[in-house]
């Protein structure tokens, strides 16, 4: 299997009013991409891969004995997003060398406000996903399923909102960047989901 990475390198010259010009070049590696961490004593998992999410052993790693509930949230590619109604397949991009900071700046705020919680992974996945494939996958465990609760919304949210993924969509007849995509912020800036 060959996964395509798509680098850009944009040139402006120094007067002001050069235009940008966007080079694109297309490389395939017949290696898997995959990026995987962990931190705070092995209790954070962090990865970027090319490689198919595998929920039930994330499920299985994060299962502590001091913790009572285990939140799973497997984000899936669906056949139709906002105005389009035949989507096939997703292509995601990444900014990779900024994927592992952002996500532990992640997972550093959800222990500051969940103290308590015991394993978090932060996962997602680049390249061509089919229909059904999970994209992403936070799991969370905690003593108590209000804070795996919290913390796994907030981990989606903020990961949605803060790292540097972009996800292209392929339909019937073409393809084209997706219509949801946001201005990537800090962690910080985003609203409590915990209500505190």
């Known amino acids: 299997m060959f996964t395509e990475f798509v680098i850009v390198a944009r040139h402006v010259r120094e007067a002001s009013q050069a ?3 966007s080079v694109v070049v297309a490389l395939r590696y017949a290696l898997a ?29 994060s299962v502590l004995s001091r913790c009572g509930a285990v939140v799973v949230f497997s984000g899936t590619v669906r056949d139709h997003s906002e105005g389009r109604h035949d989507v096939t397949s997703l292509a995601y991009e990444a900014y990779d060398e900024q994927v592992v900071p952002k996500c532990l700046e992640i ?10 919680l015991g394993r978090i992974a932060l996962v997602h ?6 229909l059904g494939e999970s994209s992403v996958v936070i799991v ?16 989606i949210d903020a ?13 019937g007849d073409g393809g084209d960047w997706a219509l949801g995509a946001q201005h990537i912020t800090d962690v910080k800036k985003l609203n409590d989901v915990s209500g505190s």
């Open 159 to 171: 990961l949605k909102a803060t790292v540097p993924i972009w996800k292209r969509e392929q339909w």
């Open 33 to 61: 991409v995959t990026n995987r961490r962990f931190f705070d004593n092995g209790d954070t998992l962090v990865e970027l891969t090319s490689d198919s999410l595998l929920v039930g052993e994330l499920y299985d790693w």
């Open 19 to 21: 235009p940008r010009r």
């Open 140 to 155: 969370v465990s905690a003593p108590h399923r209000p804070e795996a609760f919290d913390a796994a919304r907030f981990g």
């Open 125 to 130: 996945r680049i390249g061509e996903l089919k």
């Open 107 to 116: 997972a550093k705020e959800m222990r500051d406000k969940w103290p308590t």
